[in-house]
């Protein structure tokens, strides 16, 4: 006689009390790296002077890498989930981590981030304007429409011509000057770029997308200053 499938007595509970272990851990360990980021943001307010938030437009995580390591001797930034570097900052007097700091929270709100440091603000205010970063989307859908006429290439030098061509341009060498050999359509409205689209692209010099940050607020012990006052902050968003 076949033996029944079904779960003999006390199975039902070692399944549900496994499932409860299992998501018991997976809370466990989001809680404790949530904690460690509390942690962290408030050994730095201990450590840094100064505090700032800032906003960022189309990131791009080798550029913003690029830009951390210049300052990472004497800086450190933080980004992530809104309400956890809220709560570490205290949302109000009453449980902000230093007197003052809990302003900065209100200006915690869509693509932000945290920047402690020991530069001046003189510094700070000078490598944000130096810094200006530029990317090429390789996968989002193109802004424009983009084509070459046949005829000279002349912003290319013969060199170039092998690279062209390896990027889907038709091109050839016509004494010593690049030529495109018929009229060729680099990308379009709306369609997805290729790779060698997007290089090509950045051999024109057209950019498809700007990877900016922009500093919204300052904090030090003795002083706030607001750099962006059109942003609405009645409320706290994650």
Same mark, same amino acid.
């Given at each position: ?20 272990? &299992? ?22 307010? @201990? ?7 800032? &906003? ?14 210049? #300052? ?31 302003? #900065?929270?209100?200006?915690? !709100? ?12 003189? @510094? ?32 290319? &030098? ?29 990308? @379009? ?6 790779? @060698?689209?997007?290089?090509?692209? !950045? ?16 904090? &030090? ?18």
């Amino acid at each position: 006689m076949p033996k029944s499938k079904r779960n003999r007595p006390g199975e039902a509970n070692l399944v549900a009390d496994q499932f409860h272990l &299992t998501l018991s851990k997976t809370k466990k360990k989001g809680r404790e790296h949530k904690e460690a980021i509390v942690n962290a943001i408030k050994e730095a307010v @201990e450590c840094y002077p100064s505090a700032y938030v800032f &906003t960022f437009e189309n990131m791009r995580n080798q550029k913003f890498k690029e830009f951390r390591d210049q #300052l990472k001797s004497n800086s450190r930034f933080f980004l992530g989930s809104n309400k956890v570097m809220q709560l570490a900052l205290g949302r109000s007097v009453a449980d902000e981590v230093k007197p003052g700091i809990y302003k #900065l929270s209100k200006f915690i !709100r869509h693509d932000a981030g945290l920047l402690f440091t020991n530069l001046s603000k003189e @510094e700070v205010e000078r490598q944000w304007l130096l810094d200006m970063f530029f990317s090429f989307t390789l996968i989002a859908p193109s802004a424009l429409h983009v084509d070459l006429k046949e005829g000279p290439l002349e912003q290319f &030098t013969h060199e170039m011509e092998p690279y062209l061509r390896k990027q889907g341009v038709p091109v050839r060498l016509n004494k010593g000057i690049v030529e495109l050999v018929s009229d060729f359509v680099v990308c @379009e409205e709306g369609m997805s770029l290729s790779p @060698e689209a997007a290089r090509t692209l !950045r051999l024109l010099d057209i950019k498809m997308a700007t990877f900016r940050l922009h500093l919204l607020c300052r904090w &030090t012990p003795e002083d706030f200053e607001v750099y962006r006052e059109d942003l609405d902050h009645s409320d706290m968003e994650s």
